[in-house]
């Protein structure tokens, strides 16, 4: 469903009837989709003081839920330090200002005139000639960087922006919560689970759906099926197959699920992808997202097909871990330009991490570049992408539950080892469900790799042809394939 659970802020009211617009205190209007998750509360003249859409969930046990915060609010000031603590995908407009989840989950995209969730709604209000932004799957940086778009009119908010909607005047929050002190590791495991638990147990409260894991053999889905065992939250399993799927990721997922009576399919890739569904995907996301999530949707694999369906992600963990250790200490464009083939050769790349990188250097973190450009981009430029994209199917509601600046702050406050080695999520297992360690995890007993026959290398090297050609251009490919760069 095109521009299904989007919002668009503008001086007019949008005229598709698939969204309803409510008059804001601005002179403007909000316009939402009605499958959109909102929560408002209106002035006596019956304009909007502000709107919560997409879900938020409190981690801290002694707070009242994200909306019974807004509606005792006095001063506007308080709310960064009010939403630190929140989990889920959501965004706020309160009074005459949006403010971003902890990782701009539910992105924000801008014009002069108009602010969205989806770069598409805005092109169409804009009257733009769709642009492709020539990205592949695995080859280079996979995704268009921030804060530029295919589109020199639209721009992307990154995570802890805040823009006004009158004059786009855009200010920086922390990106982080202010941290704790714990005295070691096992008690900041203790409060991770406790914000965690917590946090769960309001949204099994809340969500009016069911709950469903994506299960594989990994540490992510398995930290999270551990804090749901040990929260008691009833939820089912399944595992969505594709063409690069491991050993681990098949056997293991039904073995655990089984020990824990816990329901679960196995939801094969069968027959060929609906190539209307293909289409209905990329007009909705702009073509922005080039995932494997593109391929679930054409093949109809997503279990979400009549009931509300919460199917709880896993893709925020890799913020404390160094992902982008390719980068090296990330601060030039230089070292994005060695990294990745593709920034190498376009300048319109070049030029959208350029201004991110200033921008950074303007707005200084405790986080190391490294994991700044994993929050920034590849969670707030990439998963936001995918996260939108996701809001295609009617029936499914995409969530990321470690998507808090609290929990974040706990994960990061391990040391640098910890994180890296993934001891931090044993740590949390070991804690919350003990016994799911007892599997071992992918690459506890690595296989040597099966020699590669002489056909698949020629059939890998054509499709690398393939790939550059639609990326880049001839001159650029034939340097690729003469001198490797």
Request: hydrophobic share 35%; charged share 25%; glycine share 4%.
């Amino acid at each position: 469903m095109i521009n299904n659970k989007q919002f668009l802020i503008s001086d007019d009211p949008i005229t598709d009837n698939a969204f309803l617009s409510y008059p804001l205190c601005t002179d403007q209007y909000l316009s939402v989709h009605k499958n959109l998750n909102v929560q408002m509360e209106i002035t006596e003249n019956n304009k909007v003081k502000f709107a919560l859409m997409g879900f938020a969930f409190e981690c801290n046990p002694l707070k009242s839920s994200p909306f019974t915060q807004l509606k005792e609010v006095i001063d506007a000031s308080t709310i960064p330090e009010l939403t630190e603590s929140w989990s889920g995908r959501w965004i706020l407009l309160y009074q005459d200002t949006i403010y971003l989840d902890a990782c701009g989950l539910f992105g924000c995209y801008y014009t002069d005139s108009m602010l969205s969730s989806s770069i598409a709604l805005l092109t169409k209000q804009l009257h733009l000639t769709t642009k492709k932004p020539k990205m592949k799957k695995q080859f280079g940086l996979d995704f268009y960087p921030g804060p530029s778009t295919p589109y020199k009119e639209i721009s992307h908010l990154f995570p802890g922006q805040t823009i006004r909607v009158t004059d786009h005047l855009i200010q920086q929050l922390p990106l982080l919560s202010a941290r704790a002190t714990y005295e070691n590791d096992e008690t900041r495991t203790e409060a991770f689970i406790r914000f965690f638990s917590t946090m769960l147990k309001n949204f099994a409260t809340e969500y009016d759906g069911e709950i469903k894991l994506p299960l594989t053999g990994g540490y992510d889905s398995r930290t999270l099926m551990a804090l749901l065992e040990y929260s008691h939250i009833p939820y089912t399993t399944f595992t969505l197959e594709h063409s690069d799927i491991s050993e681990e990721d098949i056997s293991l997922p039904p073995r655990i699920a089984a020990d824990y009576n816990k329901k679960y399919d196995y939801i094969k890739r069968i027959g060929k992808p609906d190539k209307k569904k293909y289409q209905e995907y990329d007009l909705h996301c702009g073509y922005m997202v080039i995932d494997e999530d593109r391929n679930f949707y054409a093949y109809d694999q997503y279990p979400a097909h009549t009931k509300n369906t919460a199917v709880l992600r896993a893709g925020i963990w890799e913020c404390s871990r160094e992902y982008f250790r390719n980068i090296g200490d990330g601060t030039s464009l230089e070292d994005y330009k060695k990294a990745f083939v593709n920034i190498r050769h376009r300048t319109d790349l070049q030029d959208s991490l350029s201004k991110w990188i200033t921008y950074v250097k303007k707005n200084p973190s405790s986080i190391n570049w490294i994991n700044r450009f994993y929050i920034d981009q590849r969670v707030g430029n990439w998963l936001s992408n995918v996260e939108q994209s996701l809001a295609v199917i009617p029936n499914m509601d995409s969530l990321q539950l470690c998507n808090s600046k609290l929990l974040i702050s706990i994960l990061l406050d391990y040391d640098y080892d910890t994180r890296f080695s993934k001891e931090h999520q044993i740590m949390i297992i070991r804690k919350a469900c003990p016994s799911l360690l007892s599997y071992g995890f992918p690459g506890d007993n690595p296989k040597p790799a099966p020699p590669i026959s002489f056909a698949k290398k020629i059939t890998k090297k054509f499709k690398t042809l393939q790939i550059c050609l639609s990326c880049l251009g001839l001159r650029e490919t034939i340097q690729i394939l003469l001198h490797g760069e």
